[in-house]
Structures are given as C-alpha cells and as structure tokens.
C-alpha cells in the first residue's frame, strides 16, 4: 500500500468545493493507494465536518484528520475575495510533524491522475516543488507585478494551489519563521509571493499535468507556442488529456468557467450529487449558456450523457 499524505485548507463556505475535489482524488485512486488527508480549519470557526466524514465511509482507502489553527493569520491581507485559510499552508511542517514530506492542494480542483508518483518525488535541498504560474510569468500584468517585487524572479515563479513541501527541510531551517513574518507584508498574491519569496532558488518545477489553472487553458487555446517556453510538446499533450484542473478564476460551481462541464461531472459522480442543487444552477444560467458556441454546446452534452452518474 502506497500511502500519500495531502492537506487541504478551507472554511465552511467551500466545504461542497472540498467533498467534490476529494472524490475525484478518491475516483482516481490506484488500487493500492490511500490517501492520509489532513483538513486544516481556524479555530474560530466551527466546521461543518458532518458532510466531510461522509468521506470514509464512501471511499475506504483513505483516513480524514481535522487540524485547527490558531489565529496567527487572522488578521493577515485579504485581497481578490481570498481569506486567511490560504495562509494555512505556511504552517504545514509545523501542524503536520508526522511527515517528512506532505502535499498541499486546494479545493478548487478536479483530480484526474494518482498522486503517488508525484509524491514520491525527490525533491533533494529544495523546499517545495510546484509548476509554474503561466499567468504570472507570460502575461504583461503577471510579468509587471513580479517585477515589482524585489525578491521575486521572472520566470521562475510557481502556482502554489499545489505543490509537495520538504517538511523535514523547513523545520530544520526554520521557515514558518519567516513565513509568519513575510506574512505581515501586504502582497497581492498573498502566501504565493510568500512561498516564492522565501523558498526562493530552492524550488523544483513538476510537470503541467499536476496543476492546469485557467491560464493554462488560455495560452493552451490562445498561444499554445508560449508553453514550449515552459514545458515540452509532450507534458502539453499529457496534460491536456489527463491533467488535474485548477479553477483558480471562475468557480464552475458559481458560474461558466473553461472546463466548467468536468468539474459538474465529477459532481454529479460524487456521492455528495443534489439533483436541486445541480437544476438550479443550469436553470440560472440558460441565457449565459445559450451565448455558448455549438461545440461547447456539444461538449457539455457530451460528457452529460457520455460519462454517467456516479461509480461509488
């Protein structure tokens, strides 16, 4: 048995967001996977857990832990509707001692691959491991931004929706330290510049396929030679088949965001499917829907009626 640690971090108002993107790490599982998933929370705030400990008992190779964290970021900058729980993972290797190395993801995701081999990545001396941030190393206002930071490195800058943290390094180094501190600092990207920042020349980049945000998508539809820059014809290809996707924009279950149709079929899969819920949001949006074009059209009623309810 492999078995794979992973941490989230959220508060109630994402707690459907986080049972959707655990199912589908739980549907993509191999056989001889289990997933050890650590939830962090504020103290401050009760969690709705009675939906989340629904978990277990669907899927069996996997263990749900609960860690509250104290108000050391409460009252951290908030910026772009992002709150406090995104610093959370700045206090993983302290929170989560029992391993040496661990992952962090967030809940807007849908995962599509196993995350062993990733995990059992070496990351050597460096402290974490993620891909890169395209929006913020190709586009003007990413590129102006970096910029003007001067501890951060055009081109060298990673998304840190999901990445795999040296826990046993940043202990012995010490930096949740500075973590806490940078954290003091107002940056528009919050714990991302945080992580650049201090990790710094001790980073390593993972393939695209871990972590395709909405930037990806647009230079993949829109310049697809600007990944290149980044990332091998054959990863670009991988990834587009298989690849995780991260609604780091517009959330699919809010409004249309690209690849809005997968996240809804990963939610019509999981156990956690409200058929009032689902009617709902699609009756919402028949004037924005029907400004679609007719492939989109077509590939939202294709993977409605191609690929079925839910396995479990």
Request: hydrophobic residues 40%; neutral net charge.
């Amino acid at each position: 048995m492999n078995i794979v640690p992973i941490v989230f971090a959220f508060d109630n108002n994402l707690v459907m967001p986080a049972c959707v993107a655990i199912s589908s790490l739980m549907e993509n599982a191999n056989k001889d996977t289990f997933y050890d998933i650590f939830i962090l929370y504020s103290a401050q705030e009760r969690l709705h857990t009675e939906v989340l400990d629904k978990i277990p008992r669907y899927f069996k190779r996997c263990r749900l832990t609960y860690r509250e964290v104290d108000s050391t970021f409460d009252t951290a900058f908030e910026i772009r509707g992002v709150t406090t729980p995104t610093y959370y993972r700045l206090l993983i290797p302290e929170l989560i001692p029992e391993y040496d190395k661990i992952l962090y993801a967030d809940v807007d995701m849908i995962f599509r691959l196993d995350l062993t081999e990733v995990y059992n990545t070496d990351l050597g001396n460096n402290y974490i491991a993620g891909t890169y941030d395209l929006g913020m190393n190709l586009a003007a206002d990413g590129r102006k931004y970096i910029n003007s930071i001067p501890e951060l490195r055009l081109g060298d800058y990673l998304q840190a929706g999901f990445i795999i943290l040296n826990n046993n390094k940043m202990v012995s180094d010490d930096l949740v330290a500075e973590f806490k501190c940078q954290a003091k600092r107002k940056f528009k990207f919050q714990d991302q510049d945080i992580l650049n920042i201090v990790c710094d020349k001790r980073k390593m980049v993972l393939p695209w396929k871990y972590n395709m945000t909405d930037y990806s998508f647009f230079y993949l539809m829109n310049e697809p030679y600007s990944l290149t820059n980044k990332y091998a014809n054959s990863d670009v290809k991988e990834a587009k088949k298989y690849g995780n996707l991260h609604f780091n924009g517009h959330k699919p279950w809010k409004k249309y965001s690209v690849n809005f149709d997968i996240w809804w079929e990963y939610y019509r899969r999981s156990p956690f499917f409200d058929e009032k819920f689902y009617f709902d949001f699609f009756y919402s949006k028949l004037n924005e829907l029907d400004q679609l074009s007719l492939w989109k059209r077509i590939k939202i009623l294709s993977r409605y009626f191609v690929y079925g309810k839910r396995k479990v």
